[in-house]
């Protein structure tokens, strides 16, 4: 075997791991583009005047029904909340919140998706501030997933009962088998609901369980899923042309197959593949009355929930402005709360959607004549592609917004009013102007939200959302090939500068705009690389004078040079930090008097929120646990740390003989204990660096950072250094952190040359125990032993049966057994230390996060 195949299957499981990750997203694109390319085929003898002329045609009768059906669907998902949280969390979130929560989080999460059931994301933020726990808000979710794909079980039963003949795929058996295979699928579920009776029941899968809702909840449920599905197809249904569909029920089960294949095309509402879908199933090609049907129900069933949920918003936001709440007023006040930025990030984004499909269709040809009267030719040319670009800019920003940045929320302000002088000038469409005026009101008004000043671009975006933004400007250009499908494109038509040359100007405001999305691709794939950690930082003047009043050695690493400060308004304290990834990482607790360190804890949190940042706090000790976890912060246990009792240490005794033989056999050896001031560590920076190469050499491993030292000159000559001497030459040392007070004595870095003597760590450990009990010093503190004292029994949390299996069986990897018995020949006392962080799915990135800082690659975040 060769010496590069080590590394290289590391590298494969890498790639795969990373087309595994990309290959959804890649998929769901193409499903899109094949979507578009599909339904130009099905509607390519109509033209955008049929169109318009089917839309005049629709009945107000109709689009009254199909108001209705929305309002039915909408209520029901609210049903699903309700049951859910009084199944799974009962008391902890009212009714009506968790009723209106369901609806308006369903809403803003339609506009930008099509999902079945959706807003987990959403659920997450409002439910927790109820303090409701991620995994039950997963199991809120579930359970009404099952509610959802028992109501489709109901639905397709009857429909095989009732109509076996029609219902695709299953038409061509036998009656009989048909209506068999739908008497079983509904006696299936009437079975489990009777089972539901009686006693509490619980779903297992794995480790995970989720509590089943009661016998009438599963019912309430079960009929709200029906209600849903069957409400939200009957708005669609209603609108379509008379004659058009067979059956009610054939048709709900196209609905819900055409909702399935828009949610894997990634594309926003399932732009183009729902309504390919509906159109292909149907067998309804080239009708603009379907096509004009289609487009209302978008406007009904997505675009008018999110116009109610805004106002709702803006109701509560004048409501929160102007009195002081409490009681249930308060609770959906903080309820609404975490709606705004995905509600205002849906805005830009549809203000994007405005001026592309503006851009993508003729301009009105009275409008333009009278404009070309004021403004010269090129401006109105420039105009059309400045407001294309925008548009593309708006889609882009939008996830800034959603994750509360104000720079995203300056940028698109300035971008909507941008867009609605451009439309202007672009070919008087004053419609779109207002509609980008009153975007542009809305983010003025909820601007509260939008606090944190991240160093995030807010034009950084994630692959997943630069699919979507792909996918809308994909959109666009279709509609454009659409409205010009009559121009006859030839090569010189791309510079064709004419006022009524509509098709030219459409032509290269999307090249450009795709050129856009190009770069802000390649930016997003050179910047997801890591950069190793910044050293030699500048420290600010008052942190050594800290650090030496500090009874805790760890504040030493303060003096490191690779991480930033926050300060107290009073200058007694600081918190010190790093940026990995998406966390904002404190080492340690605040540093700093008893008083101060409540406030600066504090104060970090704020400023991680601020900067949309995650809030952690590595290698906490249990005292301080109360505050962090007033913060809404979970906990994981790391390890223990040992500390040993100077007061009472000796070397002496039956328990201590390896320390007695290891000193007594140095000594023998020629090896010869002293400790350097800090001042004679200069001169012996040479020998002591020759000595750390030896180390790292028999290592085979590079320097970390972070929580622990490295050889750096200017480091390492803040403190005095215990060495051992082998005939005059430094053959190990380690560097004292000595704390405030004499409460602690403690080493950093230790290191030797592999070389000299097996005894050489035992011996020089021992020595330096014994030099701090003759100084007076209380304690000695060994360090931590990682993932020592981790419980693994059955009821564990997973983090911690995880970790006691990887203690146990991960000697492979890393000798964590063996490092705790070493310091357990110290007699050292065991202290648990933690992990502070935010829980749920921020838990699995801040351990990523975390473990590429130490390794000196601290991730950068996208």
Same mark, same amino acid.
């Given at each position: 075997?060769?010496?590069?195949?080590?590394?290289?299957?590391?590298?494969?499981?890498?790639?795969?791991?990373?087309?595994?990750?990309?290959?959804?997203?890649?998929?769901?694109?193409?499903?899109?583009?094949?979507?578009?390319?599909?339904?130009?085929?099905?509607?390519?003898?109509?033209?955008?005047?049929?169109?318009?002329?089917?839309?005049?045609?629709?009945?107000?009768?109709?689009?009254?029904?199909?108001?209705?059906?929305?309002?039915?669907?909408?209520?029901?998902?609210?049903?699903?909340?309700?049951?859910?949280?009084?199944?799974?969390?009962?008391?902890?979130?009212?009714?009506?919140?968790?009723?209106?929560?369901?609806?308006?989080?369903?809403?803003?999460?339609?506009?930008?998706?099509?999902?079945?059931?959706?807003?987990?994301?959403?659920?997450?933020?409002?439910?927790?501030?109820?303090?409701?726990?991620?995994?039950?808000?997963?199991?809120?979710?579930?359970?009404?997933?099952?509610?959802?794909?028992?109501?489709?079980?109901?639905?397709?039963?009857?429909?095989?009962?009732?109509?076996?003949?029609?219902?695709?795929?299953?038409?061509?058996?036998?009656?009989?088998?048909?209506?068999?295979?739908?008497?079983?699928?509904?006696?299936?579920?009437?079975?489990?609901?009777?089972?539901?009776?009686?006693?509490?029941?619980?779903?297992?899968?794995?480790?995970?369980?989720?509590?089943?809702?009661?016998?009438?909840?599963?019912?309430?449920?079960?009929?709200?899923?029906?209600?849903?599905?069957?409400?939200?197809?009957?708005?669609?249904?209603?609108?379509?042309?008379?004659?058009?569909?067979?059956?009610?029920?054939?048709?709900?089960?196209?609905?819900?197959?055409?909702?399935?294949?828009?949610?894997?095309?990634?594309?926003?509402?399932?732009?183009?593949?729902?309504?390919?879908?509906?159109?292909?199933?149907?067998?309804?090609?080239?009708?603009?009355?379907?096509?004009?049907?289609?487009?209302?129900?978008?406007?009904?069933?997505?675009?008018?929930?999110?116009?109610?949920?805004?106002?709702?918003?803006?109701?509560?936001?004048?409501?929160?402005?102007?009195?002081?709440?409490?009681?249930?007023?308060?609770?959906?006040?903080?309820?609404?709360?975490?709606?705004?930025?995905?509600? &205002? =990030? !849906?805005? +830009?984004?549809?203000?994007?959607? %405005?001026? /592309?499909?503006?851009? $993508?269709?003729?301009? *009105? @040809?009275?409008?333009?004549?009278?404009?070309?009267?004021?403004?010269?030719?090129?401006?109105?040319?420039?105009?059309?592609?400045?407001?294309?670009?925008?548009?593309?800019?708006?889609?882009?920003?939008?996830?800034?917004?959603?994750?509360?940045?104000?720079?995203?929320?300056?940028?698109?302000?300035?971008?909507?009013?941008?867009?609605?002088?451009?439309?202007?000038?672009?070919?008087?469409?004053?419609?779109?102007?207002?509609?980008?005026?009153?975007?542009?009101?809305?983010?003025?008004?909820?601007?509260?939200?939008?606090?944190?000043?991240?160093?995030?671009?807010?034009?950084?975006?994630?692959?997943?959302?630069? &699919? =979507? !933004?792909? +996918?809308?400007?994909?959109?666009? %250009?279709? /509609?454009?090939?659409? $409205?010009?499908?009559? *121009? @006859?494109?030839?090569?010189?038509?791309?510079?064709?500068?004419?006022?009524?040359?509509?098709?030219?100007?459409?032509?290269?405001?999307?090249?450009?705009?795709?050129?856009?999305?190009?770069?802000?691709?390649?930016?997003?794939?050179?910047?997801?690389?890591?950069?190793?950690?910044?050293?030699?930082?500048?420290?600010?003047?008052?942190?050594?004078?800290?650090?030496?009043?500090?009874?805790?050695?760890?504040?030493?690493?303060?003096?490191?040079?690779?991480?930033?400060?926050?300060?107290?308004?009073?200058?007694?304290?600081?918190?010190?930090?790093?940026?990995?990834?998406?966390?904002?990482?404190?080492?340690?607790?605040?540093?700093?008097?008893?008083?101060?360190?409540?406030?600066?804890?504090?104060?970090?949190?704020?400023?991680?929120?601020?900067?949309?940042?995650?809030?952690?706090?590595?290698?906490?000790?249990?005292?301080?646990?109360?505050?962090?976890?007033?913060?809404?912060?979970?906990?994981?246990?790391?390890?223990?740390?040992?500390?040993?009792?100077?007061?009472?240490?000796?070397?002496?005794?039956?328990?201590?003989?390896?320390?007695?033989?290891?000193?007594?056999?140095?000594?023998?050896?020629?090896?010869?204990?002293?400790?350097?001031?800090?001042?004679?560590?200069?001169?012996?920076?040479?020998?002591?660096?020759?000595?750390?190469?030896?180390?790292?050499?028999?290592?085979?491993?590079?320097?970390?950072?972070?929580?622990?030292?490295?050889?750096?000159?200017?480091?390492?000559?803040?403190?005095?250094?215990?060495?051992?001497?082998?005939?005059?030459?430094?053959?190990?040392?380690?560097?004292?952190?000595?704390?405030?007070?004499?409460?602690?004595?403690?080493?950093?870095?230790?290191?030797?040359?592999?070389?000299?003597?097996?005894?050489?760590?035992?011996?020089?450990?021992?020595?330096?125990?014994?030099?701090?009990?003759?100084?007076?010093?209380?304690?000695?503190?060994?360090?931590?032993?990682?993932?020592?004292?981790?419980?693994?029994?059955?009821?564990?949390?997973?983090?911690?049966?995880?970790?006691?299996?990887?203690?146990?069986?991960?000697?492979?990897?890393?000798?964590?057994?063996?490092?705790?018995?070493?310091?357990?020949?110290?007699?050292?006392?065991?202290?648990?230390?933690?992990?502070?962080?935010?829980?749920?799915?921020?838990?699995?990135?801040?351990?990523?996060?975390?473990?590429?800082?130490?390794?000196?690659?601290?991730?950068?975040?996208?």
């Amino acid at each position: 075997m060769s010496a590069e195949t080590p590394s290289a299957q590391p590298a494969a499981a890498a790639g795969h791991r990373t087309w595994r990750r990309y290959l959804p997203l890649a998929v769901g694109l193409a499903i899109t583009i094949a979507a578009f390319a599909a339904l130009g085929s099905m509607v390519s003898s109509l033209t955008l005047a049929d169109v318009h002329g089917a839309l005049a045609a629709v009945s107000p009768l109709d689009l009254a029904l199909a108001v209705l059906f929305t309002a039915v669907s909408f209520a029901a998902v609210s049903l699903y909340d309700v049951v859910a949280v009084e199944t799974i969390a009962p008391g902890r979130v009212s009714r009506p919140v968790a009723a209106t929560v369901g609806a308006a989080g369903y809403a803003i999460s339609n506009a930008l998706g099509f999902p079945l059931l959706t807003g987990g994301a959403l659920r997450y933020h409002v439910y927790k501030s109820g303090g409701i726990e991620l995994a039950d808000i997963g199991r809120i979710v579930g359970t009404s997933w099952f509610a959802l794909w028992f109501a489709l079980a109901i639905m397709i039963g009857t429909a095989l009962v009732l109509d076996p003949s029609e219902v695709p795929i299953l038409r061509d058996l036998d009656p009989v088998v048909d209506v068999a295979i739908g008497v079983v699928l509904i006696a299936l579920v009437g079975a489990f609901v009777v089972w539901l009776s009686g006693s509490e029941k619980t779903a297992r899968l794995g480790r995970f369980t989720l509590p089943l809702p009661t016998q009438k909840g599963a019912i309430v449920q079960i009929f709200a899923g029906i209600a849903d599905v069957g409400a939200a197809a009957a708005t669609l249904y209603v609108l379509m042309p008379e004659g058009s569909v067979g059956s009610f029920t054939l048709f709900t089960l196209v609905f819900a197959v055409a909702v399935i294949v828009g949610v894997a095309s990634n594309a926003p509402g399932g732009l183009g593949t729902f309504e390919a879908t509906i159109i292909a199933s149907l067998g309804l090609s080239d009708r603009a009355d379907v096509v004009a049907a289609l487009l209302l129900y978008r406007l009904i069933y997505t675009v008018l929930p999110l116009v109610v949920t805004v106002i709702g918003l803006l109701v509560v936001e004048v409501v929160r402005r102007r009195s002081k709440l409490k009681g249930p007023a308060l609770e959906f006040v903080r309820a609404f709360e975490p709606l705004v930025p995905p509600t &205002v =990030a !849906v805005l +830009a984004f549809g203000g994007g959607l %405005v001026l /592309l499909f503006s851009g $993508a269709t003729p301009g *009105v @040809e009275n409008r333009l004549g009278a404009l070309n009267d004021v403004l010269p030719l090129p401006f109105i040319e420039m105009s059309h592609m400045a407001a294309s670009l925008i548009g593309v800019a708006l889609l882009i920003v939008a996830r800034g917004l959603a994750k509360r940045l104000w720079r995203a929320w300056i940028v698109s302000l300035a971008l909507l009013v941008a867009g609605a002088v451009f439309s202007l000038s672009k070919g008087l469409d004053w419609e779109e102007a207002v509609i980008l005026l009153v975007l542009a009101s809305l983010l003025l008004g909820f601007r509260h939200a939008f606090y944190r000043r991240s160093a995030i671009n807010p034009f950084a975006v994630t692959w997943s959302w630069l &699919v =979507a !933004v792909v +996918a809308t400007v994909v959109a666009s %250009v279709w /509609l454009g090939f659409f $409205a010009y499908r009559n *121009v @006859e494109y030839a090569n010189d038509m791309w510079w064709n500068f004419a006022m009524e040359d509509n098709a030219s100007r459409f032509l290269r405001a999307s090249v450009v705009a795709f050129a856009v999305i190009a770069a802000v691709g390649l930016d997003v794939a050179i910047h997801r690389r890591t950069e190793r950690v910044q050293k030699n930082a500048r420290i600010p003047d008052a942190i050594p004078e800290l650090v030496e009043a500090s009874p805790n050695t760890v504040a030493a690493l303060a003096l490191l040079g690779d991480k930033q400060f926050l300060l107290s308004p009073d200058g007694k304290g600081f918190v010190m930090y790093a940026r990995s990834g998406g966390s904002l990482i404190a080492l340690g607790e605040p540093i700093g008097p008893p008083e101060t360190v409540s406030e600066l804890a504090w104060a970090f949190r704020d400023l991680a929120d601020r900067q949309a940042e995650r809030p952690v706090f590595y290698e906490v000790m249990p005292e301080s646990l109360p505050l962090f976890l007033d913060m809404g912060l979970v906990a994981l246990k790391l390890g223990e740390v040992a500390r040993v009792d100077l007061t009472t240490f000796t070397i002496e005794g039956a328990k201590k003989q390896d320390l007695r033989t290891a000193t007594r056999r140095a000594e023998r050896e020629g090896l010869a204990f002293s400790i350097l001031s800090r001042d004679q560590v200069a001169a012996a920076m040479d020998e002591l660096r020759g000595v750390s190469d030896a180390w790292l050499d028999m290592k085979s491993g590079s320097e970390k950072g972070f929580s622990l030292g490295y050889f750096d000159p200017a480091y390492l000559q803040h403190f005095d250094m215990a060495v051992m001497k082998k005939d005059g030459a430094i053959v190990a040392f380690a560097n004292l952190w000595r704390g405030a007070d004499k409460q602690e004595l403690s080493i950093d870095l230790m290191r030797f040359r592999p070389d000299v003597s097996k005894v050489i760590m035992d011996a020089l450990f021992a020595r330096i125990l014994l030099y701090g009990k003759d100084e007076g010093y209380r304690w000695f503190n060994l360090g931590a032993a990682p993932l020592s004292g981790l419980v693994d029994r059955r009821g564990a949390s997973r983090w911690n049966r995880f970790g006691s299996f990887l203690y146990r069986r991960g000697g492979s990897f890393y000798r964590f057994d063996g490092l705790k018995a070493f310091k357990q020949k110290f007699g050292p006392v065991w202290t648990p230390h933690y992990l502070v962080c935010p829980g749920g799915f921020d838990t699995a990135k801040v351990l990523v996060d975390v473990t590429t800082l130490i390794s000196g690659r601290p991730k950068q975040d996208s």
